[in-house]
Nanobody, 122 residues
Framework: QLRLVESGGGLVQPGGSLRLSCTDP????????IGWFRQAPGKEREGVSC????????DYADSVKGRFTVSRDKAKNTVYLQMNSLNLEDTGVYYC???????????????WGKGTLVTVSS
């Protein structure tokens, strides 16, 4: 069982940056595919980015391409989501999730964190 913990959310102005972190304090998740998902108020959860177990292959939603970067530091057992040029539509609760293999879709993920809130506001 993984216990994923997200951190790094907060309040930021439009155009600003945040870096989210996802880790499991008690167990390595270096062999899992990690996905970042978000849910805005009144909207359904959507996929943001995924990174494979090696950290070499990553995918992004069209809405964040060129602005967000996902990476993983295996030595620190942590996956990061660097978010730049944030806009109002990026507001939401961001979750990291893990699956041992297979597609990085919300329905396929086996483990979820509790989320961290990102608020973009002037």
């Amino acid at each position: 069982q993984l216990r994923l913990v997200e951190s790094g959310g907060g309040l930021v102005q439009p155009g600003g940056s945040l870096r989210l972190s996802c880790t499991d304090p008690g167990r390595t998740f270096n062999y899992y595919v990690i996905g970042w998902f978000r849910q805005a108020p009144g909207k359904e959860r959507e996929g943001v980015s995924c990174v494979d177990s090696s950290g070499d292959d990553a995918d992004y939603a069209d809405s964040v391409k060129g602005r967000f970067t996902v990476s993983r530091d295996k030595a620190k057992n942590t996956v990061y989501l660097q978010m730049n040029s944030l806009n109002l539509e990026d507001t939401g609760v961001y979750y990291c999730a893990a699956v041992s293999s297979g597609p990085c879709h919300a329905a396929e993920m086996n483990y979820w964190g509790k989320g961290t809130l990102v608020t973009v506001s002037s």
